[in-house]
């Protein structure tokens, strides 16, 4: 695994807070953004060993944080959040010098999870939820075409056309290279904490025509199994053909 922000951390901003209602509640959120305003984006490139959790009314993605060098990076992006408040904390807009700086780093909460049943912290990225399912855009492109872009390449010249596909499980693309396309959301001031979250946005995966069996692909789904596995009965060699198969032949 690695990650790629869309920004350098050091660069990220926090804007000014402003009132949003969430579930009936008021609550105060802050955008993080680059110097241009822009939202925060997070790629993860990993190896895919994770599904959609469903929970009903909504959905989630656990990504696993098992590298040192990224586990790094969130922890440096914890304490640049922080900072950031910390430095915003006397003026008007925020707290106005009414809470001390060791409580803003108590009450924040990381953009890691942490359970006691699991060896390994965790992204947990939110997914889109429509008509009572996940759904997730996968945006799939053949390495094939991805070299034939000049490495000078820019704008149109360097767009790749990828195919689409609305998932509801990610089950397809397990042990497959895949890339999260994570955006950061607002900082939430509740009552008792502050914290963000992460959505996921999509799901980008990279194949080589070399890994592709055609054959299999369509004697293998739910169509054709059955066909398949009656052509391989009557193929099969007898037992007495393979005995006759075992015989040294005469002289």
């Given at each position: 695994?690695?990650?790629?922000?869309?920004?350098?951390?050091?660069?990220?901003?926090?804007?000014?807070?402003?009132?949003?209602?969430v579930?009936?509640?008021?609550?105060?959120?802050?955008?993080?953004?680059?110097?241009?305003?822009?939202?925060?984006?997070?790629?993860?490139?990993?190896?895919?060993?994770?599904?959609?959790?469903?929970?009903?009314?909504?959905?989630?993605?656990?990504?696993?944080?098992?590298?040192?060098?990224?586990?790094?990076?969130?922890?440096?992006?914890?304490?640049?959040?922080?900072?950031?408040?910390?430095?915003?904390?006397?003026?008007?807009?925020?707290?106005?010098?009414?809470?001390?700086?060791?409580?803003?780093?108590?009450?924040?909460?990381?953009?890691m999870?942490?359970?006691?049943?699991?060896?390994?912290?965790?992204f947990?990225?939110?997914?889109?939820?429509?008509?009572?399912?996940?759904?997730?855009?996968?945006?799939?492109?053949?390495?094939?075409?991805?070299?034939?872009?000049?490495?000078?390449?820019?704008?149109?010249d360097?767009?790749?056309?990828?195919?689409?596909?609305?998932?509801?499980?990610?089950?397809p693309?397990?042990?497959?290279?895949?890339?999260?396309?994570?955006?950061?959301?607002?900082?939430?001031?509740?009552?008792?904490?502050?914290?963000?979250?992460?959505?996921?946005?999509?799901?980008?995966?990279?194949?080589?025509?070399?890994?592709?069996?055609?054959?299999?692909?369509?004697?293998?789904?739910?169509?054709?199994?059955?066909?398949?596995?009656?052509?391989?009965?009557?193929?099969?060699?007898?037992?007495?053909?393979?005995?006759?198969?075992?015989?040294?032949?005469?002289?």
């Open positions: 695994m690695h990650l790629e922000l869309s920004t350098p951390i050091e660069q990220i901003e926090l804007q000014a807070p402003v009132m949003n209602i579930n009936k509640e008021k609550v105060a959120c802050v955008k993080l953004t680059d110097a241009q305003g822009n939202p925060i984006t997070l790629h993860i490139h990993t190896t895919a060993n994770e599904d959609i959790n469903d929970a009903g009314n909504r959905a989630y993605v656990d990504v696993e944080i098992r590298e040192p060098a990224c586990l790094d990076i969130a922890q440096q992006l914890n304490e640049h959040v922080i900072q950031k408040v910390i430095e915003k904390h006397n003026s008007p807009e925020w707290f106005n010098k009414e809470i001390p700086e060791n409580v803003i780093r108590q009450v924040f909460e990381s953009f999870e942490k359970q006691k049943s699991r060896e390994h912290s965790f947990r990225l939110k997914t889109p939820y429509k008509h009572k399912r996940p759904q997730v855009p996968v945006y799939t492109v053949c390495e094939a075409e991805i070299a034939k872009v000049p490495n000078d390449a820019t704008g149109d360097a767009a790749i056309e990828a195919d689409e596909t609305i998932v509801a499980s990610l089950a693309y397990t042990g497959k290279q895949v890339c999260y396309e994570v955006q950061i959301e607002p900082l939430r001031f509740l009552k008792t904490q502050f914290r963000t979250s992460l959505r996921l946005v999509a799901v980008h995966h990279t194949y080589n025509t070399d890994d592709v069996d055609f054959t299999e692909l369509i004697l293998n789904n739910e169509v054709h199994r059955e066909e398949k596995d009656t052509c391989l009965l009557y193929t099969s060699p007898s037992p007495r053909d393979r005995q006759k198969s075992r015989m040294p032949s005469s002289a």
